[in-house]
């Protein structure tokens, strides 16, 4: 008998073993009966000698009989190709197979041979034929079972014959698995079925009150009717049941995890009324909301504690994130500490660091004609800097006298050291993984673990909120600030009223000569940027299935720009491949209104704040997806006058992409565009890296429809943990999700 733990070249041996180790990272008992088949074949009809033929065309069959003639014969056209056309038996109406490899099955297939033919019906002048079937040999001389891989495979897994192997083709379904050219789903088949013969009843994991409260099957019979099942009310619940087991298993890593963290030792902060925090406040222009309020006050609470913080802030584009985060820091700096903000890109970094500066004016001048006397030190860290450059920023937080340290993933290098690192704020929280943010608080004073805050302008929906952020406490900025104005969204079908896409660009000149500023959008940057290859565009044209005309590149836009529409105005150029310097020249230039429109690619998509911009067009807005379109739309809208967004497509309206890029524009609730977002994306695509900083796979469980079944796993999972941390049957359902050294193989299916 064998256990789940048991390795499997002690079951299956090792040339198998191996195979499926090499191939698909299956290493255990279990590791292979949780390979679920990701579908199932339709059903075989078999037919013996003398049982009538009431088949249809298209109809999947299985006939077993005597070959009585076996003819080969010459294709008429070159070039000419050997076949062999097979009679099978005296059936009327008559029988035939045809096999296009005749040079070597015209040694096998004779007359006289009983054979087993297994295909798709076909019919010709009433003759029915089967193209190329899968065959086997039930009476060879040799005894050996000689034919197509999949049906002797089955046979060798029944180790039957006569009737009682033609019973194992009987059956309603097959189960089909993840396969390749080097290991066939037969095979796998043919191991699970080795091993489920020998398995030992498996134990429940999971609580046998919540397995009863929630109506599941068992844990021993899913893992086997997921395989074998007859029916589909069978393999339906074992799928419920599985889906159980994954939300079970994901949850309890992400608990295990949260309490990890929350057994360190964090460095209090307690308030003071006359440091930074206090007087960044006394000397703020404007009023805070009531909603930053709120959430500034349980984070300045939970960075007062000896408990590290572990908090997720969401909001709305513009909601007034970063004085949040500022203010948090700078309470981090009157105890002493410094706090590091990591940003995805040098765009954002940068603009970070002048918005921060600009905030904090005198406070922010440590060491500076003009400076608080208590006033700390801004310091900006890059990939691009020069190498003299990092030296010196280096030195500068090393020796504590930058108490923000602003950077991209410059920040993580071993090189970078800190004096006191209390706080670990990243912004842009879905562009970072888990291992990345925990190499940046690693860089703390042994023995404790920064606080973190995690910022994100890209709205959670609750299940993604459950599933992959379940370590973090999450607190959300749904109010924008006093004075916004609101964003008008239209969208613009250029090939069905291409005049409306010469209205945008005029309504772009009115703007400009009002003063104002804008943006227009390209999804590449030349020709040498390849259509799609942004992995967001690819999946949204895999998903659409539709294709347009090429995308226009933002230099070949920018060029007919300038002699077209927009002749006559200030037209600058960013995007991701412009050395740093030339990219900060630009932005400077345009927030200093020395340039009249930014044709730029998504590299604005985050953290640029410009008032005075007030329209954005985004050419060719089906390669984006609905979040990334609604953090574009966040560039404008950002002062005091109103904004307006102009989605461009060339895709006809009716189109699936159409429709994405309506819902857009018909509400500027990203929360709601959220949800939408999750119900067009791939599970694999919303989980990214956040867990492991590797790809996770859910087979069963869905983001979008399973919220309750989440919610009741995470409950399960934190009743659980306080009685038995080290729960055995829930270590086992997290294993996929926490095992390093599983997890890498593994993929969305």
């Given at each position: ?140 001389a040799s005894g050996k079972k000689i034919g197509t891989k999949s049906l002797t495979s089955i046979a060798e897994i029944s180790d039957t014959s006569g009737e009682d192997l033609l019973a194992e083709f009987e059956k309603d379904f097959f189960p089909i698995y993840g396969a390749n050219s080097k290991m066939q789903t037969w095979e796998i088949y043919a191991c699970v079925r080795q091993v489920l013969a020998v398995l030992d009843p498996v134990d429940e994991p999971m609580p046998e009150w919540f397995v009863r409260e929630h109506n599941l099957t068992s844990e021993d ?529």
């Open positions: 008998m064998a256990s789940l733990n048991d390795r499997l070249d002690f079951v299956v041996g090792k040339k198998a073993a191996d195979q499926l180790k090499e191939y698909f990272g299956i290493r255990t008992v279990n590791d292979l009966v949780r390979y679920v088949p990701r579908k199932y074949s339709d059903a075989m009809t078999v037919r013996g000698e003398g049982e009538t033929l009431d088949l249809e065309e298209g109809e999947h069959v299985t006939f077993v009989d005597t070959i009585t003639k076996a003819e080969p014969k010459w294709t008429n056209r070159p070039p000419k190709r050997e076949f062999l056309v097979v009679t099978l038996g005296n059936r009327q109406p008559k029988v035939t197979a045809t096999f296009f490899n005749a040079k070597y099955l015209k040694k096998t297939l004779i007359q006289g041979a009983r054979v087993m033919l297994s295909g798709e019906v076909g019919y010709y002048r009433s003759v029915m034929q089967l193209t190329h079937p899968a065959f086997m040999v039930l009476n060879s019979q899913a893992l086997r009717a997921i395989h074998l099942a007859e029916t589909a009310d069978a393999r339906e619940c074992a799928a419920e049941r599985l889906t159980y087991d994954e939300a079970v298993g994901l949850q309890w890593g992400l608990v295990v995890r949260r309490h990890s963290a929350l057994s360190d030792s964090g460095p209090p902060a307690p308030p003071r009324p006359d440091g930074l925090a206090a007087a960044m406040k006394a000397q703020l222009p404007f009023e805070l909301t009531v909603g930053q309020c709120d959430v500034f006050d349980v984070i300045s609470a939970e960075i007062n504690a000896t408990r590290p913080m572990n908090r997720m802030l969401q909001g709305e584009v513009g909601s007034g994130k970063t004085i949040v985060s500022v203010l948090a820091m700078l309470q981090m700096i009157d105890s002493g500490y410094q706090c590091a903000l990591l940003a995805p890109t040098e765009v954002l970094a940068a603009q970070h660091a002048q918005s921060i500066r600009a905030m904090l004016g005198p406070l922010g001048m440590a060491g500076q004609l003009g400076g608080a006397d208590n006033a700390t030190r801004v310091a900006l860290l890059t990939g691009s800097m020069s190498a003299q450059q990092k030296r010196d920023v280096r030195d500068v937080v090393a020796s504590g006298e930058a108490g923000i340290v602003i950077g991209t993933h410059a920040l993580l290098q071993d090189a970078v050291e800190f004096d006191r690192l209390g706080m670990v704020v990243v912004d842009e929280q879905h562009r970072f993984g888990v291992e990345q943010r925990d190499r940046l608080r690693a860089k703390a004073p042994d023995g404790m673990t920064p606080h973190l805050l995690v910022m994100t302008a890209t709205p959670i929906p609750r299940t993604v909120a459950l599933a992959v952020y379940g370590d973090l406490e999450i607190s959300t900025l749904r109010e924008l600030p006093r004075g916004r104005q609101p964003i008008t969204t239209n969208t613009i079908f250029v090939s069905q009223k291409p005049a409306w896409l010469d209205r945008a660009w005029a309504r772009i000149v009115e703007e400009v000569q009002a003063g104002r500023q804008a943006y227009v959008v390209a999804s590449r940057i030349d020709e040498d940027d390849k259509p799609g290859s942004d992995k967001t565009a690819k999946k949204v044209k895999k998903d659409a299935k539709e294709s347009g005309p090429p995308p226009i590149t933002v230099v070949e836009l920018l060029a007919r720009l300038q002699r077209g529409p927009l002749a006559g105005l200030r037209l600058g150029l960013m995007h991701g491949r412009l050395p740093s310097d030339e990219k900060d020249a630009v932005m400077a230039a345009f927030r200093a209104g020395e340039i009249d429109v930014l044709v730029c690619t998504t590299v604005v998509e985050v953290g640029v704040d410009v008032p005075n911009a007030t329209v954005m067009a985004v050419m060719d807005a089906d390669r984006f997806g609905i979040s990334q379109l609604h953090q574009l739309r966040g560039r404008v809208g950002r002062g005091e006058h109103h904004s307006l967004c102009l989605l461009a497509t060339n895709l006809p309206e009716e189109s699936k992409a159409g429709h994405r890029v309506k819902a857009v524009a018909s509400t500027q609730d990203g929360f709601k565009l959220a949800e939408l977002d999750l119900s067009e994306r791939s599970e694999g695509d919303v989980l990214g890296l956040h867990q492991s900083g590797r790809a996770i796979t859910l087979r069963f469980l869905s983001l979008a429809r399973h919220y309750d079944i989440i919610r009741a796993a995470k409950e399960l999972c934190e009743s659980v943990y306080e009685s038995d941390p080290l729960d055995a049957g829930m270590a086992v359902l997290s294993a996929p999700f926490t095992d390093t050294d599983r997890v890498e193989f593994l993929d969305k299916s």
